[in-house]
């Protein structure tokens, strides 16, 4: 199903399209605009999904998009085009949320993403929990290797260049390794190994591995 912003720009199409004009004549066109129908909506969708990965709901919005930029032309109604393209390029394959879902959440977790950014992202994303469930549990499951691997891009903790006591510096890295999704104990665990520390650098990676 369209999230809501899609709904409210189509259902302002659908209503424009049945009552816009009460005469049963074209408004003029707008110049601006350019016309648009459902064959020429299908043919961007094709072009959208061939350059792009993405999602049902990311699809609808770029049509929803399409639609409100340009000047509807078509009899057919706006909203139920744009869905019956969505449907198409499910049957196509083209469009797949449980695949999508694992290889954003993938793509994530090899940042050094942790599985709330990971949540959220796919929740922004348009996914449903049905076609969710299986991205986020592994980037669970992932969420050591993800924390160590976002400590050595930040170079924090076993990564830095050198040893640090300074305790606001230290509330700035635990704030990083927040905003990239990961829990407060498991920061704490990876910025606790010094510099060097070659065993407890160690110990992370063994328990990444049985992750």
Sequence with gaps: MPD?????????????????????????????KRPLGAAKLDELALAYVARFATSRAKLMRYLARKVRESEWMDESDAMAACEA????????????????????????TRRGLGVRRVKAQLYVDGIAE????????????AAVAAAVG???????????????DDPKQRERQLAAFLRAGHGLALARRV?????GDEAGLAALDDEAVLD
């Excluded at 390029?89 to 994530?108: K, P, S, T």
């Excluded at 049905?130 to 499951?141: M, Q, R």
């Design 85 to 108: 393209i969505a449907d198409r390029m499910e049957r196509r394959h083209y469009l797949d949320d449980r695949q999508y879902a694992a290889m954003r959440a993938g793509a994530m």
């Design 4 to 32: 809501m912003a899609v709904l409210i720009v189509l259902n302002r199409a659908r209503l424009w399209h049945k009552h816009g004009d009460m005469a049963n004549r074209r408004a003029p066109h707008d110049r601006s």
């Design 191 to 195: 910025l606790a190994v010094p510099p």
């Design 150 to 164: 976002f400590a050595r891009r930040r170079r924090f903790g076993p990564f830095a260049t050198r040893g640090s």
């Design 130 to 141: 049905e076609d969710s469930g299986e991205a986020i549990e592994a980037a669970a499951n």
